[in-house]
């Protein structure tokens, strides 16, 4: 009993005279630019109730998702694994976990993972009521 009482005293004279941490919130811009990964301006935003969408994607290792598009601006960020962007002009872009990302937009791209993990990345489109985010390529 005698050792818990010290332990437990020690404790609270440890902690004495020492002020609490304390941390303010703080803000980081990752990203902001006119253009895309691939140096093509962004188009206007379109016409019509906006409609924001947020989705999570999830690319397993040593696989690739199919050629699409997106006929409106989104931007993403990786939050985990490696992820190379690839559009049909052959520009190619490398991401590794926490790099951002302003996508193409009605360009054809596939995004592939050559790595181990599964790639996570988050991705918020700025589109419109009744327009779609992601259209796939046809073959």
């Known amino acids: 009993m005698k050792t818990y009482l010290a332990g437990c005293l020690l404790l609270l004279f440890a902690s004495c005279g020492k002020e609490p941490v304390s941390q303010a919130p703080t803000s980081e811009k990752l990203i902001e630019s006119y253009l895309s990964w691939n140096g093509d301006s962004l188009p206007a935003y379109p016409e019509g109730k906006p409609k924001i969408s947020i989705v999570k994607v999830t690319i397993p290792p040593h696989s690739e998702l199919p050629k699409h598009y997106h006929p409106v601006i989104n931007a993403g960020i990786l939050l985990k694994g490696e992820l190379t962007v690839v559009d049909e002009k052959g ?49």
């Open 91 to 139: 520009n190619t872009l490398h991401m590794k976990a926490g790099d951002p990302i302003i996508e193409v937009v009605d360009l054809i791209h596939f995004g592939k993972n050559e790595g181990d993990i599964p790639a996570e990345i988050v991705v918020f489109y700025a589109g419109t009521d009744g327009k779609e985010i992601v259209v796939k390529a046809k073959p």
